[in-house]
């Protein structure tokens, strides 16, 4: 999961499911410092998760921290 505020209003917070690949398609490992890319399917994503903004990786506890450096979005099948 990934675990964030919004943009300007850092006393609400959101847990988003999400899938973590690491770019080198390495699996991610404690103490790892890597490039990842973040899948997720959430209307709300694009208020927590800009360019520049700090996520925590979540799984009951943080387990890992990052900064969002762009953005993709991509739209499925209608």
Not at 32 to 55: K, M, S
Request: hydrophobic letters at 30%.
């Amino acid at each position: 999961m990934v675990h964030a505020c919004p943009t300007g209003e850092p006393s609400h917070h959101k847990y988003f499911p999400a899938v973590f690949c690491r770019d080198d398609e390495e699996p991610l490992k404690p103490g790892d410092h890597a490039l990842v890319t973040i899948t997720l399917n959430d209307d709300d994503a694009g208020e927590y998760l800009a360019p520049g903004r700090q996520f925590t990786m979540w799984d009951g506890h943080d387990i890992g921290h990052g900064i969002i450096s762009r953005r993709v979005f991509a739209s499925g099948p209608s």
